[in-house]
């Protein structure tokens, strides 16, 4: 598959965000140790990731990773309506994040990106 430069997201419950800033590192939400791979979104994808998966959930976090750092652990597999989305197959390292922020809407209905 094609090279993306561009970061990809992870949305994190409070608990695993703890995981991640107490560990170092994140094995993956209980979905992601199912299927094998830690599941991101590009920029594009992830307000609909959050609606689908995360509807009602209050105290959400985003993590932006630099999937350069992540090197050879990243693969891009088609997934919903056969977009591209990059899944790690491996634990996500804090080195790699570039920002977290809390869960926040811009007025026109997508995730605010967390700012590094």
């Known amino acids: 598959m ?21 560990r170092g ?3 993956g939400a209980p979905v992601d140790l199912a299927d ?6 590009t920029a594009e994808q992830l307000a609909e990731t959050v609606r689908k998966h995360f509807a009602g959930q209050d105290d ?5 990773f630099d ?4 090197g050879d652990a990243v693969v891009w597999e088609p997934s ?3 977009q591209l989305f990059p899944h790690i197959y491996a634990e996500l ?7 977290i922020a809390p869960l926040a809407w811009t007025a026109d209905g ?5 700012q590094g």
């Open 36 to 41: 094998g791979y830690i599941h991101l979104s």
């Open 110 to 114: 997508a995730v605010a990106l967390p």
């Open 93 to 99: 390292p804090l080195a790699a994040a570039i920002a």
């Open 60 to 64: 959400l976090w985003i993590a932006a």
């Open 2 to 22: 094609s090279q993306h430069p561009a970061p990809a997201y992870k949305v994190l419950t409070a608990d695993q965000h703890e995981e991640l800033t107490a």
């Open 80 to 82: 919903r309506g056969g």
């Open 25 to 27: 590192s994140f094995a």
């Open 67 to 70: 999937l350069t750092a992540l």
